[in-house]
């Protein structure tokens, strides 16, 4: 029979109760006295019944201690959670891993190392270049989501949606290009995913350049994902900017084939 807090009377069965009292030693708390729950008969007698087995409470501290622990837990995977579904990352990446990445060709190991590096603040950039389909975007949400249980601030942006949200403050009197750009700014770690996918104007240049800058000036953690070559993007922006980029950046250079369909992803446990 399972104890619950609420005891069934039964009648010829009994009811669940205290059995016996044992001095024990936690050590951690010390001395305590451990309740032995039963079978308590209908008269009140202290028996073990056919449907209960004996049952040693443990140490009430402990207990308690374990509980609030428990709460604690649940109440920060909820923060975690909450802060992650509101990063904007795409549903298909949402419960990726990085120990849920395949790996199956050389790179891809250091590319996994390179991200747990970043998640835990090695450096503060990553550049992410290869051909489609090779896992940048797997790799970088699952960053993401690592940060997010650490609970610092994420976000997730594709280049387009940056500078499409920036156009379209221009005729939008409930914001401006200024908050947009502190938005992309102030989050502590901050990928811009599908970078040069599409040529870019100078004010295109002027605007992804602004919010580099600014989050190198702060020390923010910035991860950028391209299909281009790594010389290709390096090509889009000024000798400056990139230069202050690529100081504080680590490069993983997806040179493996596209995945093959059966191991384009994995869900987290």
């Known amino acids: 029979m399972k104890l619950t807090s609420r005891f069934i009377f039964r009648p010829g069965v009994g009811r669940p109760g205290v059995i016996d009292k044992i001095e024990r030693v936690c050590p951690r708390h010390g001395k305590y006295t451990a309740l032995v729950i039963g079978e308590v008969a209908e008269g009140g007698t202290a028996e073990k019944g056919p449907y209960c087995h004996e049952h040693e409470m ?3 501290v402990c207990k308690e201690e374990a509980a609030r622990a428990e709460v604690a837990r649940i109440y920060e995977e909820g923060q975690w959670k909450s802060t992650y579904a509101k990063a904007g990352v795409p549903e298909k990446y949402k419960t990726v891993s990085l120990h849920g990445y395949q790996i199956y060709a050389d790179g891809q190991q250091e590319a996994v190392h390179a991200c747990l590096d970043w998640v835990g603040g090695k450096f503060y950039n990553l550049i992410a270049c290869g ?3 090779t896992g ?3 790799l970088l949400c699952s960053s993401l989501r690592g940060v997010a249980m650490h609970h610092d601030s994420v976000l997730y942006a594709e280049e387009a949606d940056i500078l499409r949200s920036i156009k379209s403050s221009y005729s939008d009197n409930n914001s401006s290009e200024y908050q947009i750009i502190n938005k992309y700014k102030n989050v502590k770690y901050l990928v811009i995913d599908e970078m040069g996918r ?3 104007t100078n004010k295109d240049i002027e ?4 919010i580099i800058l600014k989050r190198h ?3 923010k953690y910035t991860a950028l994902a391209t299909n281009l070559l790594y010389d290709e993007l390096k090509n889009r922006f000024d000798d400056a900017i990139w230069g202050k980029l690529e100081a504080s950046s680590k490069a993983i250079i997806g ?3 596209s995945f093959p369909a ?3 992803m994995k869900e987290a446990i």
């Not at 605007?207 to 602004?210: F, K, T, V």
């Open 217 to 219: 000036a702060e020390l």
């Open 255 to 257: 040179t493996w084939e």
């Open 131 to 133: 051909r489609t389909r």
């Open 136 to 138: 940048k975007t797997h």
């Open 262 to 264: 059966e191991k384009e």
């Open 207 to 210: 605007i992804l350049s602004d």
């Open 58 to 60: 443990p140490c009430p």
């Open 198 to 200: 599409s040529q870019w």
